[in-house]
């Protein structure tokens, strides 16, 4: 991204630690090694808290390895410390390793991906001048977007499974958001957003902007739009038409029925634009706060600095959702809920800026209303689990504690007796409540699992199933997240049912209809981002047709 | 009335490996037969000389036409560019063919010289008109193959011994095979070349009495266009699918050169080991992908003919994926035109999507009562990754007549012949 005629930069905290050559840390190895060339260029020393590139010219940010190993290294703990700062607590990437490796070059290829196989981020460089080369690991959101979907595997890591078709979306969405959101909560970047000609900090404390370019059309077109088309010139192909085409869809309530938004990517598309006109709201409310400093005018400062409070805030709602969702078979009407329920938890009173009434009325518009199933643990409920023959301690991090409270509470909490059943994470959290207390809660996650033949589905919907021999063996996914509270009492179970072959008919007719039974997720992101660039989309109802 | 009607169809199918080559006879009330050879092709060969095996078809099919055909090659038909469909066009085996002087010489619309010019000229940012839409796609076209060259060379098996033998196998049927394409220009010229596109009329029906013959595929970009216009309304997909390519090809050298020429570069620390040799091989998995995407759109350039001769139908499809079928499936005529073919020669040597449900359906509809539909195919397991596709396998042996290449012993004489009654 630019400002004026050069390359926009901004200096963000990181978790301070001292450094390894690589950098090489606690949580993140970079590793310099491009596989085109076979080449490894010299690990990055980064001594001291002192920016070694703070006055760089452009030529040298561009044209040096080391800054950007150091770049992606700040971008992707920023971003991990942005998870750790909502959730209140350590989180773990999916795979057996403290250290997630992030290849800066990777090769010489236009793509960028996340890959659990190998425990790694991969960036790579294209462009059509090789003296002049576009590197993915330089753009802030790129970089953000791959660690996101690090991140979120390990928070969730069977959101890759096919278990429903706004869980496929959902994975490229979310990563899309918090990309989007961490770009805005940079102020340097809002400020070149609503002000192109802005030139530095003097000028911005000095000046002003007037209240017709404050209104939600506005800061849509300036701020949403004006960066979508930023990133697609930074980035151009798939990455950059997706980001504008994700701000630029017209709300309609009707829009995930359309066949169109049944494909995965544009799916998430919807769910990205939901959440990108909440955050214009909200950052509209917190304008309309501000008072007029001459008539008509309000503090530029003020709306840029707001403009990235509002981000980081959505962005912490957002992260913190995850934590109330299913394991499996999310809706994006549950993670609406989830959110809503997540913050007024941690922020019961709304106001002033109403986050959640932003975020539930821009998902409303776009057809997504929360989900009318309640989570939460009632008295009466509450009454009927047994927590006697469990230890509070362990159920705090011990799998098979949790395990032994969800068998001991099998029917309460409406288990399915003949699935394969395994807690596959305990979780201890501590956030700090807006009244100053803090709250302490225990996040558990279960999974269920059923295998049935295909003759079984197929016998059950009276339907056959296409491509596939009646032995083969067809998963099915259901599961829960419960979460304790500070008295170690369960007050919320979020669950999703493994489907059943008499009484959910319907769902498993949808899940055939949208071809979510034919497995395969391993090496998904490095394909799906390919896929998208590579390929021609297929016309409506050709997308069945293969063998 | 036709005075000398067509009385049978022979269709031999050679055993090339993995290819095509196909030679289709009409034969009439009286008179010399007229013949039609579709493609000429081989890769994936065991034998130590694959061009003997191909001099020896070409030979055979040269006595055939001299026996049998007034020593008259009525037609040849180059269904796409890639090496199993024309690689046979060179050396002795491609001299054999080009004295036979075929009279037309059928390719599909992405191979006309002039179109080759215009695939030169730079893409504009933001293409207005039909020319510079073909230009910038057979540009595309062009930097894949490119993409190719340099995909083969960074095979190794650094990269997965897997990995690099599949890229090897698809890069190599990809290369631009410049002595193969010249001669066909060559010919073209000498004879009566056509470039063709769904819906044009084929000169191949003034050569063969009484045979109609439809052009089914491929699509040009008007017709993509106007189907990709029902289904989206971003136009950006298109454009962007360009896009990637020229900025791939751009970015991909035989011998790629370091990107940070001056920067310091160490022997990988023993720390970064286990990560270099997996990042190996995920740019092995990444370049695979890309070689399979460009295969699949080469493929796609495929000509689709239907003859239609005396009531009885025979389809051929080349190697034509979903992406190609997808015009001729819209339009209501072409469905009406597949539907009960009598002979199908399956596409794409028997892959997953060169033969889609709906084309299925249609076809193996036959005439109540008049037995099964033929069905010739031409394949080699363990070659490509994705065929043959073991479903529909099972329903071409269930459900037609069908015949198989594999496992028919080379040379040439044994060529399984497949024989339609008019």
Avoid at chain 2, 271 to 289: H, I, K, M, P
Avoid at chain 2, 374 to 394: N, R
Wanted: glycine share 8%; hydrophobic share 40%.
């Amino acid at each position: 991204m630019l400002a004026g005629d050069r390359i926009l930069t901004a200096n963000v905290p990181v978790p301070v630690e001292n450094l390894e050559p690589g950098p090489r840390g606690y949580r993140v190895h970079v590793i310099d090694y491009d596989s085109s060339t076979q080449t490894m260029y010299a690990p990055q020393v980064i001594a001291g808290a002192e920016d070694p590139f703070a006055k760089a010219s452009d030529a040298v940010l561009l044209g040096n390895p080391g800054f950007h190993a150091q770049n992606v290294y700040a971008i992707v703990m920023r971003t991990l410390a942005a998870f750790e700062f909502a959730l209140g607590r350590r989180v773990s990437w999916a795979f057996e390793s403290h250290q997630l490796q992030v290849a800066p070059h990777a090769f010489s290829l236009a793509n960028a991906y996340y890959s659990r196989y190998d425990q790694a981020l991969f960036f790579g460089y294209f462009g059509d001048d090789p003296k002049r080369p576009v590197f993915t690991c330089l753009s802030h959101d790129v970089v953000a977007h791959e660690t996101t979907h690090a991140l979120l595997d390990g928070l969730r890591s069977r959101y890759m499974d096919p278990s429903s078709i706004d869980q496929m979306a959902f994975h490229e969405g979310f990563a899309d958001v918090i990309a989007l959101l961490s770009v805005f909560s940079l102020e340097e970047v809002v400020e070149v957003l609503l002000d192109p000609t802005s030139d530095g900090e003097a000028k911005r404390a000095a000046g002003m902007i007037s209240l017709d370019r404050v209104t939600t059309e506005a800061l849509y077109e300036s701020a949403l739009l004006g960066l979508g088309e930023q990133m697609g010139q930074a980035i151009p192909g798939a990455r950059g038409n997706a980001l504008r085409r994700s701000v630029a869809l017209e709300p309609r309530t009707t829009i995930l029925e359309e066949a169109e938004f049944r494909e995965e990517h544009r799916r998430g598309e919807v769910f990205v634009a939901a959440m990108m006109r909440s955050f214009v709201e909200v950052w509209r409310h917190r304008i309309e706060q501000l008072g007029e400093v001459q008539k008509g005018r309000v503090n530029l400062g003020r709306v840029v600095e707001d403009g990235a409070k509002a981000a980081k805030h959505l962005m912490t709602m957002s992260i913190r959702a995850l934590d109330y969702c299913p394991p499996t078979a999310l809706t994006f009407s549950q993670y609406l809920s989830a959110m809503l329920e997540a913050d007024a938890q941690i922020q019961p009173d709304d106001r002033p800026y109403a986050y959640r009434e932003a975020v539930r009325s821009a998902f409303v518009q776009y057809g997504i209303v929360p989900d009318t199933t309640s989570w939460r643990i009632g008295a009466a409920q509450d009454g009927r689990l047994r927590y006697g023959r469990v230890h509070f301690e362990s159920m705090q991090r011990d799998e098979d504690e949790v395990f032994r409270f969800i068998w001991e509470n099998r029917t309460e909490l409406k288990l399915n007796l003949e699935a394969y059943t395994k807690v596959i994470s305990v979780r201890p959290c501590i956030r700090q409540s807006t009244d100053g207390f803090i709250l302490r809660e225990t996040v558990a996650e279960y999974v269920q699992i059923v295998n049935v033949t295909v003759a079984e589905l197929s016998a059950a919907l009276g339907h056959p199933i296409p491509d596939r021999r009646d032995e083969d063996q067809i998963r099915l996914y259901g599961g829960g997240t419960l979460i304790f509270n500070e008295f170690g009492r369960l007050k919320h179970h979020a669950q999703n049912p493994v489907p059943d072959l008499q009484h959910n008919k319907d769902l498993l007719m949808k899940l055939l209809d949208w071809g979510l039974f034919d497995g395969a997720t391993s090496g998904r992101f490095s394909q799906m981002h390919l896929k998208r660039a590579a390929t021609l989309p297929l016309a409506d109802g050709m997308e069945d047709q293969g063998w | 009335m036709v005075t000398n009607p067509v009385v049978a169809v022979e269709v031999r199918a050679y055993n090339v490996g993995f290819g095509d080559c196909l030679l289709v006879l009409f034969e009439y009330a009286s008179g010399p037969k007229r013949a039609v050879l579709i493609d000429f092709g081989s890769t994936g060969r065991s034998s130590k000389s694959p061009e003997k095996a191909m001099e020896k078809i070409a030979t055979e099919i040269q006595k055939i036409v001299q026996e049998q055909c007034g020593g008259v090659l009525h037609g040849l038909v180059a269904t796409h560019r890639h090496k199993d469909h024309i690689g046979g066009f060179i050396g002795t085996a491609g001299q054999i063919i080009e004295a036979l002087q075929p009279k037309v010489v059928t390719q599909p619309w992405t191979e006309h010289p002039d179109a080759a010019k215009d695939a030169k000229a730079a893409p504009s940012e933001e293409p207005k008109s039909i020319r510079a839409m073909r230009g910038n796609y057979l540009r595309s076209l062009e930097q894949m193959r490119g993409f190719c060259v340099a995909a083969l060379g960074q095979a190794n098996n650094r990269v997965g011994v897997v990995n690099a033998s599949k890229i090897r196998f698809l890069a190599d049927t990809n290369l631009p095979n410049k002595e193969a394409v010249d001669r066909l220009q060559r010919m073209a010229k000498a004879g009566k070349g056509e470039f063709v596109r769904a819906g044009a009329k084929s000169k191949l029906e003034g050569q063969l009495p009484g045979v109609k013959v439809h052009v089914l595929g491929p699509p040009d970009l008007t017709q993509t266009d106007s189907i990709l216009k029902q289904k989206s309304s971003d136009k950006d997909e298109f454009w962007q699918f360009l896009e990637f390519w020229s900025l791939l090809q751009a970015g991909s050298n035989a011998v790629p050169a370091p990107v940070f020429a001056k920067a310091k570069t160490v022997r990988p620390p023993r720390t970064a080991q286990w990560f270099v040799n997996r990042a190996n091989r995920q740019y092995g998995n990444q370049l695979l992908s890309i070689v399979r995407i460009l295969d699949k759109a080469l493929n796609n350039t495929s000509v689709i003919l239907l003859f239609e001769v005396g009531g009885k139908k025979l389809l051929f499809s080349g190697d034509a994926q979903l992406e190609n079928w997808m015009y001729a499936l819209s339009q209501p005529e072409y469905r009406e035109l597949v539907q009960g073919v009598d002979l199908y020669k399956v596409g794409h040597h028997g892959s997953g999507n060169a033969t889609p449900k709906s084309l299925w359906k249609l076809i193996h509809q036959g005439p109540d009562g008049e037995g099964k539909l033929k069905t010739v195919l031409s394949t080699m397991k363990g070659k490509h990754h994705e065929v043959p596709q073991p479903l529909l396998m099972d329903a071409l042996q269930a459900e037609t007549e069908l015949t198989n290449t594999e496992g028919v012993r080379s040379p040439a004489l044994s060529a399984p012949v497949v024989r339609i009654q008019i």
